[in-house]
């Protein structure tokens, strides 16, 4: 069975440009996660997709941050205009139940702004 | 504001003893406690979870205890090997979302 893909392993962009991030979940999990990691800093919570639907996105820093799941499958998410401090790896997990006991991670995507 | 912290970022150990590894939280109290395993340019994989009326965890050479009242979870690796060397992270999970503590860096010596 495949994992939690991600797409691409490595951005680097110019502060201001705009950048996509792409995850495929594990086949079959309705739920799909987005966190990041900035430098120094602990991996945190950034939002919560049930199939298309967004059940929390208490996390996003800002509205320059925008997620979505088409059909309930992929996610992308996009930055844009992209910061400085913008730059971090950022992880998508999947889990099966909602009370995900589990969740899967990716290997991440690591972005550098410019 | 809640928090998970990790009290040690490294523990260099001798292959054939035991890590511990600590996590404490504030501030809530978490349904949940899950232990992680990270290695370098790879996403966190999952270990072990322990549920807040559950003392004590194993799996293989692992083993995690929850302690409600010290508000503490802490980790074991017995008969560590090489192969353990990585960054372990705690996280506490309430409804869906996982907070991460920052991880701790164990480093096993052959």
């Known amino acids: 069975e495949a994992g939690v893909t991600q797409f691409p392993s490595h951005s680097v962009i110019e502060k201001g440009q705009t950048v996509t991030l792409r995850c495929d979940p594990i086949s079959g999990h309705d739920n799909l996660y987005w966190y990041r990691r900035v430098m120094g800093k602990e991996i945190k919570f950034l939002l919560h997709f049930v199939k298309e639907s967004k059940q929390d996105e208490s996390g996003m820093p800002n509205n320059r941050f925008l997620a979505e799941r088409t059909g309930g499958t992929y996610s992308t998410l996009k930055v844009q205009p992209a910061e400085l401090e913008d730059s971090g790896v950022y992880f998508c997990?999947?889990?099966?139940?909602?009370?995900?006991?589990?969740?899967?991670f990716g290997p991440g995507t690591r972005l550098t702004v410019l | 504001s809640q928090k998970i912290e990790q009290n040690s970022e490294a523990l260099n150990i001798q292959e054939g003893k035991t890590a511990t590894l600590t996590c404490n939280y504030t501030?809530?109290?978490?349904?949940?406690l899950q232990w992680y395993r990270q290695d370098p340019g790879r996403g966190p994989v999952f270990l072990l979870l322990?549920?807040?009326?559950?003392k004590e965890k194993r799996k293989e050479r692992l083993k995690v205890t929850f302690d409600t009242t010290l508000k503490q979870s802490l980790f074991h690796i017995t008969a560590s090997q090489p192969a353990d060397s990585a960054t372990y992270l705690c996280?506490?999970?309430?409804?869906?979302?996982?907070?991460f503590g920052a991880g701790t860096t164990v480093t096993v010596r052959a």
């Open positions: 997990a999947s889990s099966q139940d909602y009370s995900a006991d589990t969740q899967y």
């Open positions: 996280a506490a999970l309430n409804d869906y979302k996982l907070s």
């Open positions: 322990i549920r807040e009326n559950e």
């Open positions: 501030n809530y109290s978490p349904a949940y």
